[in-house]
């Protein structure tokens, strides 16, 4: 069964950091493009960072250049987020995908984020 499982959602103030963890299961998780999205309310969900499947390539939106940093860690099966930095308008609910060739792709559940004093 395939699963991709968001975790380290939570609460920050602005200017404070989180990290987001996706771990992948069910699939060759090395094979995969990954990418994190996110989706506010009332908006679309927009891409917001990728990365390529050995980590030679990594790309942002440019609303989060410099604050956020995406890596993975095939061994461990699993990709991460670091949100550094953090806005109000970071707040959303946050998925993590991986891509196959654009033949096959896999969805996590979400992490809500939620930045607010």
């Known amino acids: 069964q395939v699963q991709l499982v968001e975790s380290g959602g939570g609460l920050v103030q602005p200017g404070g950091s989180l990290r987001l963890s996706c771990v992948g299961s069910?699939?060759?998780?090395?094979?995969?493009?990954m990418g994190w999205y996110r989706q506010a309310p009332g908006k679309e969900r927009e891409l917001i960072a990728h990365?390529?499947?050995?980590?030679?390539?990594?790309n942002y939106t440019d609303s989060v250049k410099g604050r956020f940093t995406i890596s993975r860690d095939n061994a461990k099966n699993t990709m991460y987020l670091q949100m550094n930095s953090l806005e109000p308008e970071d707040t959303a609910l946050y998925y993590c995908?991986?891509?196959?060739?654009?033949?096959?792709?896999?969805w996590g559940q979400g992490t809500q984020v939620t930045v607010s004093s």
């Open positions: 995908n991986a891509d196959f060739f654009l033949l096959i792709d896999y």
């Open positions: 069910g699939f060759t998780f090395g094979n995969y493009e």
């Open positions: 990365i390529t499947r050995v980590g030679e390539s990594r």
